[in-house]
């Protein structure tokens, strides 16, 4: 039951919660050990702050719950592929295992010949099209 | 007077400051018409929080400032070569320049094929000996 696309439907919860607030809806959760230890959406817009991404904010906010800065025993479940910055944040955090949903061949790492932390296992496409689609919703809302 | 080297040692400072708590010692300020509007320097340690490097919280802090997110018209002097996580979150708020102090070959972003933000505009090398030193000196200490 407590499988990659239960916690990416809670990650997607998440991102709704910030479309509701007009932000672009990225979300994401930190699990360890079974326990959701962080969970968090964009909020670049309503702090006026681009380094507000979910991931970030995650980031933060685990190894606050944990009392050290590094996520090794963790998975990030994140409903959008990690953009530099974000990328950037996990490989310093060494987190265990990053889950992506929807892939952002823009904006997203993965095309940029760039690498997480060498432990770093990452699995893409989990609940990828409700994911997608809630971004691509936001975005035509918009125009 | 107020040229890039007056505002690199200001950077310094804060640079040395991180130094005395026992961080990685990168220091940065962010100018806007001449004003300093934010200044920090590392403190991953201090907050047990790998995204606490100096850039990061001079953007936000540049950013609750100004009272929007995008430093169109900052420069910012750092001490050190952002990495991949800081050069990603300075592309996002879309600077106008990037001063940087001494280049960091490993860690750096300027060898990873990454670009800011088309209209910033990069210079390397202000006080690039005294930067260098400092973290050189850091990492002496800590062996």
New interface residues.
């Given amino acids: 039951m407590f499988n990659d696309e239960y916690f990416m439907k809670l990650a997607l919860q998440e991102a709704q919660i910030a479309f509701a607030r007009e932000e672009v809806p990225v979300g994401c959760v930190v699990v360890a050990n079974g326990r959701i230890i962080a969970k968090s959406h964009n909020l ?2 309503t702090l ?4 507000a991404h979910a991931e ?1 904010q995650a ?2 906010a685990a ?2 719950f944990i ?4 996520l090794q025993n963790c998975t990030m479940y994140v409903t959008l592929e990690p ?7 996990l ?3 060494q987190i265990s295992k990053v889950v992506i949903g929807a892939r952002d061949e823009q904006r997203g790492f993965l095309n ?3 690498t997480l932390h060498p432990k770093t296992e990452i699995t893409t496409g989990v609940l990828a099209e409700e994911c997608s689609a809630l971004v691509k919703s936001f975005f035509q809302s918009r125009r």
Avoid at 48 to 51: A, K, L, P, Q
Avoid at 84 to 89: E, F, H, L
């Fill in positions: 670049t817009q006026n702050d681009v380094t970030m980031i933060t190894a606050d009392g050290g800065k590094y953009c530099v910055m974000c990328a950037g944040a490989s310093w955090s940029k010949n760039l």
